[in-house]
């Protein structure tokens, strides 16, 4: 089945620093790929859409200068928290779509997440 | 704009007997419909999904069941067992073909 791959699994860093994490899909290319945000005991929130080689989709509220989004292969988002403060702490969760011809047009695979907290 | 309801948030069920949970959507061009199983700490894990074309779908222990015309769909876990302890979330595609989840539900079943 499709796998799709977060780096880091955790980070910790200080208030005022920048954090990168990576999204890859291993067995299929992804043009289109999604950040989510968890806080504990809520649910998963949509920050943005990362279409390869364009602009990634902001949903409403969500800074795209803070949360910078790059899709420069087919393989490959990465979203990089700008200045994080304590607030930033959460799960950030990646997924893709396999857009091949074998793939589940709707089906969205998940990465493992990524547990920053900033202190 | 695009909304997923979900409820209860908790639920409580004694082992072996059925757990039900519902969700609303907003938008009506919604056409996919995945629900979700996570543990603590954990991605989130496809159980079951139901497109807009069919009405009801089932798999083992648990069964899908879609209302397009009232916007509504329904998780039915029958002979719940230990492991089937998490918190589950419906959820539903929005524009552009996002999806949108509902706010969980956190599932316990009694020994």
């Known amino acids: 089945g499709a796998v799709v791959s977060q780096h880091p699994s955790w980070v910790i860093c200080k208030s005022g620093t920048s954090v990168k994490i990576e999204c890859r899909s291993l067995d299929f290319q992804a043009t289109t790929m999604f950040w989510y945000r968890q806080f504990p005991k809520q649910s998963l929130m949509l920050m943005a859409t990362s279409n390869e080689g364009s602009k990634a989709t902001y949903e409403q509220g969500v800074e795209k200068d803070k949360f910078l989004i790059n899709h420069a292969s087919l393989t490959l988002s990465t979203l990089t928290v700008t200045s994080a403060h304590p607030e930033d702490s959460s799960f950030y969760i990646c997924?893709?779509?396999?857009?091949?011809?074998?793939?589940?047009?709707?089906?969205?695979?998940f990465g493992p997440g990524t547990r920053l907290t900033v202190t | 704009g695009e909304n997923v309801e979900q409820h209860p948030s908790t639920l409580s069920v004694q082992e072996g007997d059925s757990a039900v949970i519902k969700c609303t959507y907003s938008?009506?061009?919604?056409?996919?419909f995945p629900w979700y199983k996570q543990e603590l700490g954990k991605r989130p894990q496809l159980i079951i999904d139901?497109?807009?074309?069919?009405g009801e779908k089932k798999d083992q222990r648990i069964a899908v069941t879609l209302n397009k015309t009232a916007k509504h769909f329904s998780l039915h876990i029958t002979e719940t067992q230990p492991e089937d302890s998490a918190v589950y979330f419906c959820a539903a595609t929005g524009s552009a073909s996002k999806i949108i989840f509902g706010s969980g539900t956190r599932l316990s079943i009694r020994p």
């Open positions: 139901i497109r807009s074309n069919v």
């Open positions: 997924s893709a779509r396999d857009l091949t011809s074998r793939g589940d047009l709707y089906e969205q695979y």
């Open positions: 938008d009506s061009a919604s056409n996919y």
